[in-house]
């Protein structure tokens, strides 16, 4: 690209500054996904525990997620404090109705990424594991598409 005020093949500064720009956003949007990342799992794994079990326990969550209960507890506390699950000492989890919300929203949203994949030709097995990861990072506008491809506009 020629840089018409100079005549030099650089881009424009105004064009390198808008990149920049639009760099950051996409990084901060990341950001911001994996911050929300454990919150939405563990919601989901509870409200998935609760229906099969009745309930869900700090060593369920643990052994879900292949991780040790000090690192469940600590997440369950953040929970707590953020809102989304209650529960006390030594008692099951709960969801609150914030938590119970985002549950069914990472629910759908997992769901449909996952068909998604599978409508492309993934097989279940691994467009299940791949959707696990994708969820959290693709955009409503993407989503919205998904569902437009899958016929659930």
């Known amino acids: ?57 700090a060593a369920d969550l643990a052994e879900r997620f292949g991780v040790a209960p000090p690192t469940v507890v600590r997440t369950i506390q953040r929970l707590i404090r953020d809102g989304l699950v209650t529960s006390e000492p030594y008692r099951a989890i709960f969801l609150t109705e914030q938590g119970q919300a985002l549950a069914v929203r990472a629910r759908e949203r997992h769901l449909l990424v996952r068909d998604f994949l599978v409508a492309l030709g993934v097989g279940p097995e691994m467009a299940e594991a791949d959707a696990e990861g994708i969820e959290h990072h693709v955009s409503d506008e993407t989503l919205a598409v998904f569902r437009r491809f899958l016929g659930r506009a």
């Open 1 to 57: 690209m020629t840089n018409e005020a100079t005549g030099s093949g650089e881009a424009p500064a105004g064009h390198a500054n808008n990149r920049i720009g639009r760099h950051a956003e996409q990084f901060a949007r990341v950001r911001q996904a994996h911050q929300s990342e454990v919150a939405e799992d563990y919601v989901e794994m509870i409200a998935e525990l609760i229906d099969e079990r009745g309930e869900a326990r």
